[in-house]
């Protein structure tokens, strides 16, 4: 099982970044799948979630209407658009798979590496 992160670097305030997610070695189009994110000091939080046919999305109240979360089941890719993005949003940012799309990070079977996303202000 694998799941690689891609598409973190450095960005001003204000400004977009879209994180990619590719995934092997499981059922993809049956997991759910989520984005949480991490910055020092800082537990891991959940950012967004999407259930295995794409029809629902779920969303943190701090990142509701910024970010986009996204699949493509053929792909077997997941993405995170971010959008208006603020410092404090500053983390890294992981992909998990799970039998269903929840905001809480032990309900995930597979993990992928960080990817850093660093937002300048």
């Known amino acids: 099982v694998q799941l690689q992160a891609f598409g973190g670097g450095l960005v001003q305030a204000g400004g977009s970044l879209s994180l990619s997610c590719a995934a092997s070695?499981?059922?993809?189009?049956?997991?759910?799948l989520g984005w949480f994110r991490q910055a020092p000091g800082v537990e891991r939080e959940f950012v967004a979630a999407i259930t295995w046919s794409g029809g629902s999305t779920y969303y943190a109240d701090s990142v509701k209407g910024r970010f986009t979360i996204s699949r493509d089941n053929a792909k077997n890719t997941v993405y995170l658009q971010m959008n208006s993005l603020k410092s404090e949003d500053t983390a890294a940012y992981y992909c998990?798979?799970?039998?269903?799309?929840?905001?809480?990070?032990?309900?995930?079977?597979?993990w992928g590496q960080g990817t850093l996303v660093t937002v300048s202000s």
């Open positions: 070695g499981f059922a993809f189009a049956d997991y759910g």
């Open positions: 998990a798979a799970g039998r269903l799309a929840l905001d809480s990070a032990n309900e995930y079977h597979y």
